[in-house]
């Protein structure tokens, strides 16, 4: 078979048989705007696939020019065979050359414009979203067996394509636990940077306009994008071990090692070493409904180093209290108010 005859349509190669859908769906008259979206993105998402589309849009074409020859009104009559066999060989087969043209021609457009779409054409994957509460984690067993593990306040959509599977972080924290499909990169993006993995087990934290990516096993690409107007997007390759935390607000990310206890949030547990308190109190109020405020920029000054249960603030107020003497009280608007009652503060904090 020639590249010329219109196989494109058969089912037996899946971007032939995409491409033919897609090309009938575009000329009906009731295609929205989504579907022109969603087929810009199928044509972009694989070389194949555009080949597919052209071929067929070719063969199209091609029809067009033999659409007055006198053997049309025969093929597209109720008998499939011509009604006279006098024909000579090459003649029976440039008949069923155009026979074929011409139903896959019929075929694309009576799904167009009768309304077949739907029976035909399989709607690409539609996202899941998953959320957490305040104050709540949960973990997740994807489809293709990866884990993910959400922290408090964290919303999340994911979609798995053939070739990609892609998650997107809007918010919070999780950490992923990849099942190996090097056919299917798993995909995080977060605040416009994209985490690209196989089968590893990173921490990605969005946050603050930035993204704060941890890496406990393997190895991931993430791609950046400076913060220069058309800046192009760069690449950074992470090992096990290391800390990437690109922020849009700087024109390079900070790669470092990475803290041992980067993912102790997955215990319960928040860890503090030497921390600033305002950056404490944002921590613990992730996980509570009951916000902490810092009242003064003598309070604030403070610093903290301890390991706490994350859902338990008042022990984190209590220790505060007993070392720091810091007065708590309650606001309008019932928020715990710290601040020092005298300047004889002691150096560090352990609980």
Known sequence: MSDNDLYIASVGDPARHDAAAWFARLRADDVSEAERSAFHVWLSGDAGHRKAYERLEALWSDFGTHAERPEMKTLLGADAEPKSRRTAGRQRSE????????AAAAVLALIALAGGWTAWYVQPPSPQTYTTAVGQQRTLTLEDGSQVTMDTDTRLRVVFEKHARRIKLEHGRAFFHVAKDIERPFLVTANGSVVRAVGTR???YEHNNEVDVTLVQGRVVVTWHGNQPGAL?????MEAGQRLVVDKDHAQPVLEAADTTATAWLSGKLVFNDTPLPVAVAQFNRYSTNKITVGDTKTARLRVTGVFRSNDNRAFVDALKMTYSVDVTHDKVNMLVLSLDHSNARAGLRH
């Open 95 to 102: 008949a069923r050359r155009l026979r074929t043209w011409v």
């Open 233 to 237: 997007s760069q690449q950074t390759i």
């Open 202 to 204: 990173f921490d990605v």
